[in-house]
């Protein structure tokens, strides 16, 4: 099915709708910008180019039917809807409003309150709803149509779909998520940052916290990654999605630490539908674009220390709207500075930096970290506001850092970096 009555009027030839601009010329490519993937990241990037470049011919290429079921824990910080807010895009689905963010450590639980924090959403009604506000603005959304060949040459990139149709672009996005196509089609190395998700969704249990809190309890130590509780709605009931995040391929058991999570909560697994997933962390230096290609969202790497995905997804489409627009009008499509622009926005800065809190956190300075995060308010109240899109105090970063040197001092934390044989692939695994 073509979502939204947007049929082009051959496989490779985009339709007559608003802002598509006039056909191709002959022998050029049919479409501007060929997505792959119809999540937030992808959609969110056709969105960002529409608006830099409203005559962009921009097709989506989503390989299930629209609603469709995404396992995810559905967290989304404002700053992904105050992104969408700047170019008109209001989400309307069902959402638990958040005002508070909670870290349960084995001895200490801290609690950072801020109000319009964020959202905790269901993506079969956040993408679908997403979807539609493409589709209201003329961008060609192809549901049902899976991808399952890219060829790229000089002057575009050729694609093949389930049903053997060709599809001719000047380039592509790869927003496809963890296992997508683009990224193994086109030859990009695997990636050795990896998470396994265990979730399902309860009534609520002896303990929780309140409805309007998302909480990250992080008491097991010897867990490589952490439990969850956030309060969600499915087909209006209010639940609680439980899950478990675990660095490493077959790390850690995830399944088993979730039965015991839920019977330390009076809950028994085996009484509710278990979703697993998996996540690709972003690997600093890696590569992320090809001539003619360039990957966003999972597919390019998102937040490993915590394993947040829409916010970032978002956030890439928001980068690569105004890139793309861009190199579209320049006819520079080689793409060697995507990784650079990605790094010098706040995507990147912070895809860093927390590259570097999951060293410190999930390596041999776990204890330490413990001991130092509930006295370091200051700088985790700033990360929170961040999330939330709120502008941060430049006096309260530095009050924060001053707590941060403080705390590490009295923890006896060494503050250089982990050695190199500690952070490998091996031994994160």
Do not use: N
């Amino acid at each position: 099915m073509v979502e939204g009555g947007v049929v082009p009027a051959s496989p490779s030839a985009p339709a007559a709708s608003a802002g598509s601009g006039p056909g191709p010329a002959a022998g050029t490519p049919a479409w501007d910008v060929a997505i792959v993937g119809g999540g937030p990241a992808g959609i969110s990037t056709a969105l960002h180019l529409h608006a830099a470049a409203p005559r962009a011919r921009i097709v989506v290429l989503e390989k299930a039917h629209y609603p469709r079921e995404k396992i995810c824990a559905g967290g989304v910080g404002a700053r992904a809807f105050r992104l969408l807010e700047r170019i008109g895009v209001d989400v309307a689905c069902p959402r638990v409003e958040l005002d508070a963010l909670a870290i349960r450590l084995a001895g200490d639980t801290v609690v950072l309150h801020q109000p319009g924090l964020g959202a905790v959403v269901r993506r079969i009604e956040f993408d679908h709803a997403l979807a539609r506000h493409a589709i209201d603005r003329g961008i060609a959304v192809r549901d049902g149509c899976a991808v399952h060949g890219l060829a790229v040459g000089e002057r575009g990139a050729t694609l093949t779909t389930g049903d053997g149709a060709t599809l001719h672009a000047r380039c592509v996005v790869g927003a496809d998520g963890v296992a997508g196509v683009v990224r193994r089609l086109a030859g990009f190395p695997r990636g050795a940052l990896r998470a396994q998700v265990v979730e399902l969704d309860t009534e609520a249990a002896p303990g929780d916290l309140p409805r309007d809190t998302i909480a990250f309890d992080l008491a097991t130590r010897d867990l490589r990654g952490y439990a969850w509780d956030f309060p969600t709605l499915v087909a209006g009931r209010p639940l609680v999605c439980r899950g478990i995040y675990a660095l490493g391929v077959a790390a850690d058991h995830p399944r088993d630490r979730l039965a015991a999570y839920l019977a330390a909560r009076g809950l028994d697994l085996a009484r509710y539908r278990i979703k697993q997933f998996a996540e690709r962390g972003f690997e600093p230096g890696a590569e992320i674009a090809r001539p003619r290609v360039l990957l966003v969202g999972e597919a390019a790497g998102i937040d490993i220390a915590t394993g947040e995905g829409i916010g970032q997804a978002i956030e890439y489409g928001a980068v690569a709207g105004g890139y793309l627009a861009r190199a579209l009008a320049a006819d520079r499509l080689g793409f060697a500075d995507w990784r650079p622009t990605v790094e010098r926005h706040h995507l990147g800065v912070q895809l860093r930096l927390r590259h570097a809190a999951y060293r410190v956190f999930y390596g041999r300075r776990r204890a330490y970290a413990e001991r130092v995060l509930p006295r370091i308010g200051g700088l985790l109240r700033a990360g929170v506001q961040d999330f939330a899109g709120v502008p941060m105090s430049g006096l309260g970063v530095a009050l924060g850092v001053g707590q941060l040197v403080v705390a590490a001092a009295r923890a006896a934390v060494p503050l250089a970096p982990a050695s190199p044989a500690a952070s490998s692939p091996a031994a994160q695994r």
